[in-house]
């Protein structure tokens, strides 16, 4: 692959997004209908808040079944999601990007511009990309 690859021409415009105050139930009810490994918190101007994964939902939802007085319903996105982010720049280099995915272990990257969220990359479009080219 000796072409230039930018991220904005394979990222994702639309990516699934939830409030801060959205309630971790309907967190994970979301990942499940939209059959995602995860969501974007963003506040209502679009800036990138943070990330919840399935993995984060499960914790807190298994924990409150075991530790009484402890009520996942309770939890909004903003109690625990994932605030330090790793973002990419819409101009990036797609290989640059999925090198970096692979080293750090992550699924996703949320595409920035101006401190708005723009898109994601995730590993599956990673793959169909790749394969596209096999």
Partial sequence: MTESFLIKDFMNPNPVTVQPDTNIVDVAKITLKNKISGVLVVDKSKVLLGMISELDC????SG???????NASSLRAQDIMT??????LPDAQLFDVMTSMLHQGQRRRPVVENGKLIGQ???RQLLKIITSFS
């Fill in 83 to 88: 605030k330090e982010v790793t973002i990419v």
């Fill in 121 to 123: 990359v995730t590993c």
């Fill in 58 to 61: 499960l914790r807190e939802m």
């Fill in 64 to 70: 409150s079944i075991y530790h009484e007085g402890r």
